[in-house]
Every structure is written in C-alpha cells, then in structure tokens.
C-alpha cells in the first residue's frame, strides 16, 4: 500500500527540514558513530523511501521505526531519501555530527542508578530503577541515554517527577494525550513498565539549561498577570522550577526551549487536554506569543 513512495520523486531539500527527527538515530547528516544506528549517508535514495514505507505498512518491524515511519507521507518518504542520499560517507563527517547525535556509551553523562539502587529506592518508588533502565533502551533515540535529551524537541526526563512520567506515559497509551511516536512506543508497555521506567528517570540528573533568562518571563513565572487572569507558574512548577512531585506537577527547569514553547501552545490550542481540572488549558489560553517566548526563555534558562 505505501510502497508507491519509491516513485515519488524526492526534494533534498524538503527532506533536509524533515530529517531533525532522525538525527538522534542517524545524524545530522546521516553519519552516526553509535554503531546501534546504521548510517544513511550516500544510500540509494529508493531504498531509503521503500524500507521507510515497509516500516509504516508492517512490511518491515522494528519498536523505534515504526512509530517513527507512521506519520510521513509518500513524499516525506522520498524527500528524506533524497537527502540523506546527497549526502557524503567520510571519517571527518561523522566527527562534525557527533554532537547532533545519540550519546554513546563513552560520552554519556555518568549514571546514577547504583547508588540509589543501593538504598531503599523501592519505599520510595513504585517501580524499580534497575528494571526502568533496561527498558529505556528504546527511549534512548529521542531522550538520551540518562534522559537528557539532546534534541530541543524531545523534553528532558532525568530528574523528572516518577508520578508525572508514570502517568504521562499511561496517558499516551489510553490516548488522553496524543502524540504520533509515543503512542506506538507505549503500545506494548505494561504499569509496572510506565513505573519502572519513571523509577529510573527520576533519579537521573538534569543537565543545566540553556535558555536566555528573561525578566519578563521571571515577572509572568512568579507573579502571573493580574489582568489578564494568568496564575502564576511558581504555584504548581515551584521557586526553582523543580515541581512538585507527589502532585506530579513537573520540572520545567532547564527543560529544552522548543519542547516547552510546543506544550504551551497545544495547551493553548486544547490539542493536548490530558491536564487536571484544565489547570494548563485555563492558563495558556490566556498566554499571548509574547508571554510564551519570555516564559520558555526564563524557565529554560532555571539551573
């Protein structure tokens, strides 16, 4: 049914745009040192389009790919072989590219993980971290090997309330929130899976923001606007941005800035409404494009 993309005629680059959201896997440009991802880099642009189009039918079967493939169309799918088959295989290539690429074992921030398995983590919570660190290895393309994502679309999990990723990700599977690589990656998970997993991002270290700081956005964050009925963010998010976890309010400090201005504004618009008592909806709905562009600034620049 899909395998027409292969006589579509691709657009290098259209597909350069498209292909952010295959650089954790493959690169920038196709070239990825994590020997896990095969490089795409100088292949036949018509093999590129039909194995994208096989993983979108079934044809072809792999956890991260298919929800990956599900929402590109047949021109998508030739315009992403177009690029990456423009693009050259060399040594000093991938050297450029390591820095838009998956982490790798080597340069992956250290781990917590033994020493918080080595307390009573398990009174703490519900799933277990050793168990949540096995199954993250499909989670590792869009959110990094320890949850610091280095993709600015892809929301950071390390140091993320264990309450609010559980029921975020039980949320993507019931389909109270949507989004179209989640739900194929949640598809087959388990509760003890979503709480083994939350277990296991929680006690992971955030890496510092990035984001300019804003005084605006700092003045919006801790006070609100009186006038246009916007509560402040301080209230659920907290003084240092760090959430309140047994409320499972999360941790927007030093979160990526495009993830963050992304939810404002499906929170805005109500395309995402999986919030309790609309307490996300009533406030960004008030949030001009202002608002929101100073808020990300300062809360992504929160250490």
Request: charged share 20%; proline share 3%.
């Amino acid at each position: 049914m899909f395998n027409t993309a292969v006589a579509v005629e691709g657009d290098a680059e259209a597909g350069k745009a498209k292909s952010a959201v295959c650089s954790a896997c493959h690169g920038a440009t196709g070239v990825n040192p994590n020997p896990t991802y095969p490089d795409l880099a100088g292949q036949h642009a018509v093999y590129i389009a039909k194995q994208l189009a096989d993983f979108k039918s079934g044809t072809r079967t792999d956890m991260v790919m298919a929800p990956m493939a599900v929402s590109l169309s047949e021109q998508d799918m030739a315009d992403l072989g177009a690029y990456f088959s423009s693009q050259k295989r060399e040594g000093e290539q991938a050297a450029v590219t390591t820095e838009n690429s998956a982490p790798t074992a080597e340069s992956a921030p250290a781990s917590h993980v033994e020493v918080v398995t080595s307390t009573t983590a398990a009174a703490i919570y519900a799933g277990n971290v050793k168990a949540g660190q096995e199954k993250s290895a499909m989670c590792v393309a869009c959110h990094g090997t320890d949850g610091n994502s280095l993709i600015s679309m892809y929301p950071k999990l390390a140091g993320q309330s264990a309450n609010y990723i559980a029921k975020q990700l039980a949320d993507f599977k019931s389909g109270a929130r949507v989004d179209p690589v989640m739900v194929g990656m949640v598809a087959g998970l388990s509760a003890a899976d979503m709480n083994d997993l939350a277990a296991y991002y929680a006690v992971q270290t955030s890496t510092e923001g990035t984001g300019e700081t804003s005084q605006s956005g700092e003045k919006l964050y801790f006070g609100g606007d009186a006038k246009k009925g916007i509560t402040a963010c301080v209230a659920c998010h907290g003084v240092d941005g760090k959430g309140m976890t047994q409320a499972a309010f999360p941790a927007v400090a030093g979160q990526n800035a495009d993830y963050l201005t992304k939810q404002l504004n499906t929170f805005r618009d109500s395309s995402r409404g999986n919030d309790r008592n609309d307490i996300m909806r009533n406030i960004a709905i008030k949030l001009s494009d202002s608002d929101i562009d100073e808020l990300v600034k300062y809360m992504s620049s929160l250490k």
